[in-house]
């Protein structure tokens, strides 16, 4: 390591730095692709529980109609 010149050392932390740089851009790729799909997999699911608890709202509704017309 003693014989290693300025532009060899230069040279070798410019390549460790790309190095880290492209690792750092892997990941980032990574994380958005995770993220992307658990918020595509939180959508369904909101749509499921919306849907779910509107035809709750619905029956309800119903029931009360319902009851007022059975009422004197």
Request: proline share 1%.
């Amino acid at each position: 390591m003693k014989n290693l010149t300025v532009n060899g050392s230069l040279t070798a932390a410019l390549l460790v730095l790309v190095l880290m740089i492209g690792a750092i851009r892997a990941l980032g790729f990574y994380s958005n692709s995770t993220s992307a799909r658990a918020i595509g997999e939180l959508s369904e699911v909101n749509v499921e529980q919306t849907n779910a608890i509107n035809r709750t709202q619905v029956s309800l509704l119903r029931a009360r109609l319902m009851l007022e017309s059975l009422s004197p």
